[in-house]
């Protein structure tokens, strides 16, 4: 299999996997959530969803990658010699990755073009009906979307065929630490806003009753969906994680840091929602209208909406690279295709589908699957099905297929770190994780 490529340093994994996890999902899609759930009942349930079923999880990926040191498919091939059937984990993975960039980068367009808008000062003045009816033309109009769809796909593929460490690690390094300090700056003036206090109450407040079964496999769906997992991103990486790296701490800190963005988001975002007249159940319009509101009311708006917009397309892209690496990674080392030529085979693939999905969401459009438009069947069909089923499968394969002192000997570093933990971890890993997942996924069904 020749040299594998690792990762430089300690911060280096941590940057790359928290690359990874902040992205479109905690500052576009963890508010769509949280707001079409019930707020605090959904973030109530998430919290506990991350600490519970994500960090296992992450652990579990992080093993399975680092011990193998193969892509999403080959890691099973190799811990599980001779099955057929526990490739089909990763196999899922590869599919899931391929699908979710495809919708991811419909997003990711949206975020380039506000970043076009940014640029031309398009949004200063704007009252919120024209920024919104700006949005709806701009996803009518299929030309623009389609060059920006294009340019989000290209940059991702660029980064891929350059490699790991020159690619992925650079990028991340530097420019998450600012996207944070940007989003502190957005909370304290989105929580000085006249009316913010209903936002916080709604994102804060649980109203237990709005717990059913719909709003559990929906957190847990987006819970996987924001910390990547259950997708075999986070395999392929802890397949290049150095031997003397703390998987444990790395995952814990990459579980933090994800989280804390997401819970910043919604933050920033309903207090000013609800203080601009937005609905909670409002959807895209939560972060591409919202956020440009609340640039125009700010000293310094031009610069902040810019430099917002750009890091954010960077966070989209820090994850959609690891998405395309899934499918990358498996091409080049099951099927032996060159790195040049998986990336631009899956690139283009994923391309075409991205098409459709912005044209499903064009006013009128009748691109429908089951009812739901093309790009939100992606979404629900990789969010709540593959990824919770491939999480479920990934940690019954650590707990029960595994053995036990590969999984201790990858969690300890050979006995070198986290001794009392491993017993914890490997017991949610084994028996909790299994049971809770099967239970979020079971009750959805019931009422
Ligand atoms: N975690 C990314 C986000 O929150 O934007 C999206 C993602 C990346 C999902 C990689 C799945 C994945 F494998």
Redesign the pocket.
């Known amino acids: 299999m020749g040299n594998r490529e690792s990762f430089g340093s300690k911060f280096g994994v941590i940057a790359a996997a928290a690359g990874?996890?902040?992205?479109?999902?905690?500052i576009?899609?963890?508010p769509c959530e949280a707001g079409a759930n019930g707020g605090g009942a959904f973030f109530i349930v998430y919290i506990v969803i991350v600490l519970l079923l994500g960090l296992p999880l992450m652990v579990s990926e992080f093993v399975i990658g680092r011990r193998s040191k193969r892509n999403a498919v080959g890691a099973f091939k190799t811990l599980a010699p001779g099955s057929k059937s526990w490739p089909i984990i990763g196999y899922m993975?590869v599919i899931?990755?391929f699908l979710?960039l495809a919708f991811?980068s419909t997003v990711a367009g949206w975020t380039l073009d506000s970043v076009f808008k940014a640029v031309t000062n398009y949004y200063q003045g704007k009252d919120l009906a024209t920024i919104e009816e700006g949005f709806t033309a701009s996803i009518d109009n299929t030309w623009r979307s389609i060059i920006w769809e294009a340019a989000f796909i290209f940059l991702t593929a660029f980064i891929i065929i350059r490699g790991i460490e020159k690619g992925i690690e650079k990028y991340s390094k530097i420019l998450m630490p600012i996207l944070f300090v940007i989003l502190v700056i957005l909370c304290v003036k989105s929580l000085t806003l006249p009316g913010a206090k209903e936002g916080l109450t709604f994102f804060f407040k649980p109203d237990f009753s709005k717990i059913t079964g719909r709003v559990l496999v929906n957190a847990l769906g987006q819970a996987?969906?924001?910390?990547?997992?259950?997708?075999?991103?986070?395999i392929t990486y802890g397949s290049y994680i150095a031997k003397k790296d703390n998987l444990a701490s790395t995952a814990l800190m990459v579980s933090l840091c994800?989280t804390l963005i997401a819970t910043l988001a919604g933050i920033i975002i309903f207090p000013a929602a609800f203080s601009f007249g937005i609905q909670p159940e409002a959807g895209a319009s939560l972060a591409f209208n919202t956020l440009p509101m609340l640039f125009n009311q700010m000293a310094g708006g031009y610069f902040f909406c810019l430099i917002f917009f750009i890091l954010l397309a960077i966070?989209?892209l820090t994850?959609?690279i690891?998405?395309l690496e899934?499918v990358v990674s498996y091409l080049t080392e099951e099927l032996k295709i060159t790195r040049s030529k998986a990336t631009t085979l899956a690139a283009l693939g994923s391309f075409a589908l991205c098409v459709i999905a912005g044209m499903s969401l064009q006013t009128g459009s009748s691109l429908k699957v089951f009812n739901l438009t093309f790009f939100d069947a992606l979404d629900k069909f990789t969010a709540t099905i593959l990824?919770t089923i491939g999480g479920l499968f990934t940690v019954i394969f650590l707990g029960w297929k595994m053995r036990k002192s590969d999984f201790e000997d990858e969690f300890t570093n050979g006995g070198n770190v986290n001794m009392r933990l491993r017993k914890i971890f490997y017991f949610i890993i084994k028996f909790i994780a299994p049971l809770a997942i099967t239970v979020i996924l079971i009750t959805q069904w019931i009422k």
């Open positions: 990874s996890a902040i992205g479109l999902g905690n576009y899609r963890f993975g899931g990755a979710i991811y996987f969906f924001s910390l990547s997992l259950g997708m075999g991103a986070l994800d966070a989209a994850s959609s690891s998405l899934v990824m």
